[in-house]
């Protein structure tokens, strides 16, 4: 790394064997970590992993330490691909919002009726945000940020603007039903994670979360429609 570090004795500790260390504040990863993050992983190799253990654990188990050892590496040779934690998660809350942008690229942009293009946009993105352990909790936590990319709210926007609506009105509609698919697919989730545990008393068939989820878009459509 080019800097000098001696030990308590007063021996030059050469930095070959650094890997992570601290300075006034500073972080600085060794060339041991560096070797590990360039040599042998790339920042693809690390956010695909990183899903893969989001799905298997869930958000409150998903750790640097954890991603590090099914890598292999030391946790600091992570930092060399992401700064912190919070930049990876946005990675991967850019990751899962681009599978519902896949989705309704194929389906909705060339649909002749707005209605349409943002109930297929809003689905896409649930069915995206649910194929993923806490998915729409990492979404969320990163859109509240201000981190990752706008592609989401920008979708949305698109599919309203289709209406004639105005682009004030358009980002603010974007932002409302953004807010109504994050809030109702943390609460699906949640509530998945409480059946697991069995501690959910409702009986089958009491609830339909689709329905439920189709509703609220509607109401939001509707709503949208006398601004027009």
Not at 116 to 142: F, K, M, Q
């Amino acid at each position: 790394m080019g800097f000098l570090l001696r030990d308590a004795a007063g021996t030059d500790v050469d930095d070959v064997h650094l890997d992570d260390v601290h300075l006034n504040g500073v972080h600085y990863i060794g060339r041991m970590a560096r070797a590990h993050a360039t040599g042998r992983h790339t920042r693809d190799d690390v956010a695909r992993t990183a899903l893969r253990i989001l799905d298997e654990h869930g958000l409150p188990d998903f750790t640097m330490r954890r991603l590090a050892a099914a890598l292999d590496v030391q946790p600091s040779a992570l930092y060399w691909h992401f700064p912190d934690k919070q930049s990876l998660l946005a990675e991967l809350a850019d990751r899962i919002v681009a599978e519902a942008q896949a989705a309704t690229t194929g389906r909705s942009p060339r649909h002749p009726d707005w209605r349409e293009r943002v109930r297929i946009a809003a689905a896409t993105l649930r069915a995206a945000l649910l194929a993923h352990r806490d998915g729409a909790e990492v979404v969320a936590s990163t859109t509240a940020m201000g981190l990752g990319a706008s592609a989401a709210r920008d979708t949305l926007s698109a599919a309203v603007a289709a209406g004639g609506l105005g682009e004030a009105d358009c980002a603010r509609a974007a932002s409302a039903i953004l807010h109504f698919v994050l809030g109702h697919v943390v609460h699906e989730q949640q509530r998945v994670q409480l059946d697991r545990l069995g501690l959910l008393t409702a009986r089958d068939g009491e609830e339909d979360p689709t329905g439920d989820f189709a509703f609220g878009i509607d109401l939001l459509v509707r709503g949208l429609g006398t601004r027009l």
